[in-house]
């Protein structure tokens, strides 16, 4: 009943540190490789690579550069099947900085881009692809793409060396029969690449539009344990590999990690659902006024945030 | 875009008692009405309608009743468009104890029954019709009915005079194409009567499953403040709303009462995305396992619990 072609990237550390700049201990980082490893999925996206002078150490921690020295503190020289990936944000990394793949224990990088950056974006990731890792492009907020400009970036990496393209529900706003609209979309201007997908889950639909995303064919699924990421979380691994039916996939070592790791640091943080998220999701808005509302001092006046949003100049 | 034939139900205190015994304060089930009525949405479920001597009222609340009186309390003559209904199990309601409609505050009854009480069902439903109210029979449990058993089901439903049925998962166990198969059979099975979709949300999916089910032609549609509900929850009423596109909606007074008496009872009952629930829900199996486990001393150990599931004998 499986589709062996399916591969599962966890990107607990890359996305959940967006909810703390990237200040995990290594224990917990750690813990995430070993239990990703031990549950038999493919990739795991231990944070952003960046360069030195994009941003300030003293305010994020190690996973938004992911230096090789930091990377093999964790990993050693990582003697498993799981691959290691980082993200690379436009502008925010010189590509001479990149290593050789052959110097690095890194195996994959993922560039992420909005729909104006494409061109930067396969420049970026064919760079990637010579240097020898292998490479995504992930185009990002695609909900407020303008038709002709998503088709004339998909002309774009149509012509492109790079394997992958990511659909990406950066606002957590799509349901599934846009999703379906686009994966068909993308199929169809990319028949010979293979098609990711990353939802997040305002509204309750990251881990249904990956199921709607497996039905209609992408065969890269990104999750996170306990659905941690930016704002309501992305889709949870654990809901993902109780679905798939891949004999690979082992479940105790995740709910071992939720455990022991995700469910003491959810007191923390407050990723998941929560109201204000719901809210930026169905109106198609960035997340970042419901985060900057749920660490505010209003936190709790839902009623607020609602006509706070509606009052906004931009909507 | 709306198509003006859904019908949206809450059944926040009829569900939720499940979690708490219907031990809802007056204050509580009074704001739920009031914030139902103002949202527009068509009918709050208030409850169980029950003989007293199904339960003790030492240990259930007066909302596994649902005494004319006690709704009274609450509602007056309900002077509003908004609709009531209560639900009915087979076997703790004697018929006789049903009021004329006229007497009674109640729009309409629901009568749950699984499978093997179909008979049982049309008959109750039937004789709440000749009453005067409306009804509708929800099918429980249908993840774990054989085809010729919901064939058969379905035949006899055909006969009925009862104008509406529900898909119900009730172990929060389906996705996407498994409701859209069981909607299409039961479409075909019921040409003339309304479909109804009542959801769980152990797997995340109680919300999609319901967009699943508007897609294929579910008109009434179940949903409650914030999923509460038992173990995961139900669809929340607050995502449905923001996703259906009826201007009839408001959204504020949602809002409102999530803030004011939603968020607070979190405190003390634990509905929603919890790891057993999931386990359970994966399994096709039950809640109350979950459930259990949830109240008991090792509620914090997950792969503890999954042990449990995977050595129960009848799995």
Sequence with gaps: MYRKEIKVLDCTVRDGGLMNGWHFPDKFVKDVYKACAASGIDYMEIGYISSEKAFSRKEVGPWRFCDDEDVRRIVGDNKTNLKLSAMADIGRIDPDDIKPRKESVLDMIRVACYVHQID???????????????????????????????????????????????????????????????????????????????????????FSNTVTGIIHGCNMLDATLLGIGRGAGNCPLEVLLSFLKNPKFKLRPIYDIIQKQLIPLQKEIHWGYYIPYLITGSMNQHPRSAMKWMNGEDKDDLVGFYNHMLDQKDY
């Design 120 to 206: 930067k974006a396969i420049f970026l990731a064919e760079h990637c692809l010579e240097k020898g890792y292998e490479a995504t492009i992930n185009l990002m907020a695609v909900s407020t793409v303008m038709e002709r400009d998503l088709n004339e970036a998909l002309d774009d990496v149509a012509k492109s060396k790079v394997p992958i393209f990511y659909l990406v529900d950066s606002f957590g706003s799509m349901y599934c029969e846009q999703i379906e609209l686009l994966i068909n979309k993308y199929k169809a201007a990319l028949p010979d690449k293979t098609i990711g997908i990353h939802m997040h889950n305002n509204m309750q639909l990251a």
